[in-house]
């Protein structure tokens, strides 16, 4: 339980105070004046002055806040407000908070890559790991054991250990190993899948790590972050015309993957926050009033009218944007209960 919350709160705080320091630097650098800078919602647990921003932390951390001067408009304006700057300005600071959520993934990638390296399935015959209770592990077999050969048949890759073991049929299979330098011999039983239609024994491939240097690593990192990018949006447009389910997890579901990542490592928790960061920086461009591609498509029809719109449009605009995304929410928390079975 101390693990989930832990990594609940460092996960979600990452991504709130890389997208509120967007919206909150861009402000700075165009001449708004920033009153509150928040991490968090709620009462304050602590919180400093410094020049003429207040700095927050709060007890509830499922977002944060910038209290940028004149964004509404009946607050006094002055030439330091944000409705008294250029569209385009206010366009940058809106902007600002997505793009940083594009950019942390990108620093996550490089941390990863250069500290870590880069892991795929090795094609040797080589157990990486074994599923407690399964066939392998019931036949005495061990992470690092090398497969020799089963029954007759002499082994010399993964592909052809995976290839005899699926087509077994379910018949017991002689196998012959080395651990440890000296040669052993075992027997098992392959468990037929039904889901996949094909036989099991509990295991996985060892690894090979190749650790690129600096330039390759952010190289690597830009590649990998525009990919999960065109296949988190692709996946989108499918569930909006249909083509695909809608998987939605609340703050529920996010909070229970994050535990669960995290007793993987911290590695595996920095990856996690990666694609929830692009994920929200996604969802944050959707033109729905309350997000920021609501608040852009408003700077863009000022543009084109040459006036904002009018404070009663605005207002019932961003109504509208938070009931649905409230309606969203708790949706998604309603099926992360279900999924987890909480009150069964």
Known sequence: MSTTLIATIFVFGLLVLFHEFG??????????????????????????KRGETLYSLRIIPLGGFN???????????DERSYNAKPILARMLVILAGSFMNFVLPVLIFIIIFISSGITSPS????????????????????AGDRIIGIDEKSIDSWREFVEVVQTSGGKVLKVHFERDGQMRDTSMIPEYDEASKRALIGVVSSVDTYRPGIVESVGLAFKNTGLIIVKMVEGLTQMFAG?????????????????????????????????????????????????????????????????PLGPKSLQYAQMIGFVLLMGLMLFATFKDIIRLNLFG
């Open 243 to 307: 083509k695909a389910s809608a998987d939605l997890a609340g703050p529920i579901g996010v909070a229970q993957m994050a535990g669960e990542v995290a007793q993987m490592g911290f590695a595996p928790l920095l990856q996690f926050a990666a694609f929830l960061s692009i994920n929200l920086g996604i969802i944050n461009l959707l033109p729905v009033p309350a997000l920021d591609g609501g608040h852009f498509v408003t700077l863009i029809l000022e543009a084109f009218r040459g006036k």
């Open 67 to 77: 209290k940028i001067a004149g964004m509404d408009p009946d607050e006094e304006q």
């Open 123 to 142: 094609n040797e015959p080589v157990l990486g790991e074994v599923i407690a209770h399964k066939s392998a592990a019931q036949a005495g077999l061990v």
């Open 23 to 48: 919206h909150f630097i861009t402000a700075k650098m165009v001449g708004m004046r920033v009153d509150e800078f928040a991490i968090g919602f709620g009462p304050k647990l602590i919180s400093f």
